[in-house]
Nanobody, 116 residues
Framework: VDLVESGGGLVQPGGSLTLTCVAS????????MSWFRQAPGRERELVAG????????NYADDVKGRFTISRDNGKNMMYLQMNSLKPEGTAVYYC??????????WGRGTLVTVSS
């Protein structure tokens, strides 16, 4: 299993970024997937999850209405569109196979810094 995130960077408050996760080594379309994040000094937390077919999606309360998770099973890719970013959104964002507490494989993460 290999999960590779990209798309992180420095963005001003109120700005947008799109993260991408490229998956390999397993049948991507058979698994739910998730995005997590870990801010400095804090525990890793679930940001969003999506079912294997994309029909069931959930978000953490503080990103609802601002973030959008999606996937392309034909390309083995998952995305996280992040709008109206806040400074507290600064974190390393991780792609994970599985949903929430059932996640069993992780990428190395991509750093998102929200700062002016």
């Amino acid at each position: 299993v290999d999960l590779v995130e990209s798309g992180g960077g420095l963005v001003q408050p109120g700005g947008s970024l799109t993260l991408t996760c490229v998956a390999s080594g397993f049948i991507f379309s058979s698994y739910a997937m998730s995005w997590f994040r870990q801010a400095p000094g804090r525990e890793r937390e679930l940001v969003a999850g999506i079912s294997h077919g994309g029909g069931v999606i959930n978000y953490a309360d503080d990103v609802k209405g601002r973030f959008t998770i999606s996937r392309d099973n034909g390309k083995n890719m998952m995305y996280l569109q992040m709008n109206s970013l806040k400074p507290e959104g600064t974190a390393v964002y991780y792609c994970a196979r599985g949903r929430g507490a059932a996640a069993d494989a992780w990428g190395r993460g991509t750093l998102v810094t929200v700062s002016s």
